[in-house]
């Protein structure tokens, strides 16, 4: 694991292994277990970025827009707690996306079942600068692949595990094998992404007052 955070650190993404705090995971869990039967298989057509590949996207998806939502509030109760910002301090980007405040950043449940996959993209057509994933299963998951690569860095799936990085790094999932259609088998990933339109305005107001 310390020498695949060092490969990452290089490429300013940023690596926490048991993020969600075990107090928390239950309630966290149960949320996932109330999304079952509401996710969306729409897919991308190859218009989602200019880096896109055509048709990306095997998995199922659901946005969180409930601010009380815990799939969404957790992020603001965990992502700047004192150990993360250590880490995120020694990245300029980090500190630009902690002074957004929150406006207009999304939040994104996905499940993928056997044969699903994402494929290389990137998010910056979101106007989001910075994507949270956060990996997720319940006990009796059975699933293989599902890793995620970030500008050719696998990084192996493992439960409660969080990766940061900049949202212009091309990144993508590995197809999922998983003999099971039990929905608590399947790999899922919880997704955040902050956006870059306050910091643009403030930014611009800045810019105003530069004498």
């Known amino acids: 694991v310390d020498s695949l955070k060092a490969t990452l650190e290089e490429k300013n993404v940023i690596l926490i292994d048991d993020f969600i705090p075990s107090s928390k995971m239950e309630w966290l869990l149960n949320e996932i277990k109330k999304s079952r039967g509401r996710f969306e298989r729409e897919g991308y057509t190859g218009t989602k970025t200019i880096r896109d590949h055509k048709d990306?996207?095997?998995?199922?998806?659901?946005?969180?827009?409930?601010?009380?939502?815990?799939?969404?509030?957790?992020w603001r109760t965990n992502l700047w707690y004192e150990?993360?910002?250590?880490?995120?301090?020694k990245y300029p980007i980090y500190?630009?996306?902690r002074i957004t405040g929150g406006v207009g950043d999304s939040t994104l449940l996905s499940v993928y079942y056997d044969g699903d996959y994402y494929g290389p993209h990137i998010d910056?057509?979101?106007?989001?600068?910075?994507?949270?994933?956060?990996?997720?299963?319940?006990?009796?998951?059975?699933f293989s692949g599902g890793n995620l690569k970030i500008e050719g860095t696998e990084i192996p799936f493992v439960h409660n595990r969080l990766i940061m990085f900049p949202s212009c790094l091309e990144h993508e999932v590995t197809k999922i094998e998983n003999n099971s259609s039990d929905y608590f088998k399947q790999r899922f990933t919880l997704q955040h992404f902050i956006s870059a339109v306050r910091?643009?305005?403030?930014?611009?107001?800045?810019?105003r007052n530069f004498q």
């Open 56 to 74: 990306p996207r095997g998995c199922g998806t659901r946005i969180i827009t409930d601010e009380r939502n815990l799939l969404r509030s957790i």
């Open 83 to 89: 150990e993360t910002m250590e880490v995120c301090n």
């Open 95 to 97: 500190k630009h996306a």
């Open 124 to 142: 910056t057509d979101m106007e989001c600068i910075v994507t949270c994933v956060l990996m997720l299963n319940f006990p009796e998951a059975s």
């Open 199 to 207: 910091l643009k305005k403030i930014l611009l107001d800045e810019s």
